[in-house]
């Protein structure tokens, strides 16, 4: 994400300073909660529970000399607009499939003065709560089309973390992080509903961000790896299957305090969904997206947009996602 993109970096002394660990966002991962629960057509796909699809992006693993230990809090709004539905071939479903989600993100994090002894990073976490209103408006299922329960919390997230400011690359600073996420099954979920907040199942997301920074032509480049394991839905003894997805930016520094780039994600599913033990078929999900951001910088705020149009989509609702979000550093 753009200088901070999850942790917003402070202006200190005429540098950019991230704070402690949003850049986390890890979260957004969960505002990522659209297709995913449309698990009434679980007989085929769109299974895979909340992500982090290009939540995080700009300069995620830290401006240098990197977050600081302390407290943050960001906001996030996504919204995320589908007008298709596409099968396991990419080919758009038949009738009339549109889906939108909004997401309200609460993210508190915060990065500690210790240091793990094995490698010296500092260890901190972070903590989400999303509160989630859908709408369906859909010609498959049952007659009328498939329902969302259109509002409520949505499934909580936390975990640990280990972020490194000391290291480069090529001789330029190189920052980054591994932290394991878990989502539990918090949030508000009926199963007569195909678009829920919540998810109905526990999962487990590693990801890992790397930040380079090409000084000094002020440009960085950004990825992070997640992985995504997740049990199965208590209620459609569906188990969704295991995902490999990436988020990927570059931007450049117009000025000390406005950057400008592109972002985007790649989704890919790595194993088919299964129902009471039995695998689903051409279940895998994919999608790409490519698109810009923009991100300004204050002393204690960072205010953040990014916009992302996606192609390539399989077993997947296909739309646009629009995104901003607001950091504040304590």
Known sequence: MPPGASGGPRVEGG?????????????IA??????????????????????????TTFADGGVPPGPQPGFSLSEYVNWFRATTFRDDQGDKLPGRNRASVLVNLHQLSALSPFKEPLTGGLLGGDILI?????????????????????????DLIFGPQIQ???????????????????????????????????????SIEPYYTQTLWLLPLDVEISL????LYSTENNATKIKPGHAYHVNYAASY??????????????????????QRGRDIENSKER??????????????IVFVVNYFAEFGVENRARGFRFNARLLYNF
Not at 293 to 299: Q, S
């Open 253 to 274: 520094g117009l000025t000390r305090s406005l950057r400008v780039g592109v972002n985007g994600y790649y989704l890919q599913q790595l194993t088919n969904d299964a």
């Open 224 to 227: 992070r790896h997640h992985w």
């Open 287 to 300: 999608a790409f997206s490519l698109g810009p951001g923009i991100v300004y910088i204050a002393p204690a």
């Open 30 to 55: 969960v505002t990522s909660l659209l297709a995913v629960v449309l698990t009434s057509l679980g007989a085929s796909a769109f299974n895979l529970p909340p992500m982090n699809l290009g939540f």
């Open 15 to 27: 540098r950019n300073v991230v704070p402690l660990t949003l850049h986390r966002a890890i979260l």
């Open 164 to 202: 490194w400011n000391e290291h480069k690359l090529f001789g330029m600073p190189y920052l980054h992080r591994f932290e394991v996420s878990v989502s539990a099954p918090t949030g508000e979920f009926d199963q007569r509903f195909a678009l829920n907040p919540g998810s109905n199942l526990w």
């Open 130 to 154: 999303p509160l989630v209103v859908g709408n369906l408006d859909t010609t498959i299922g049952p007659p009328g089309g498939l329902r969302a329960n259109t509002a409520g919390l949505g």
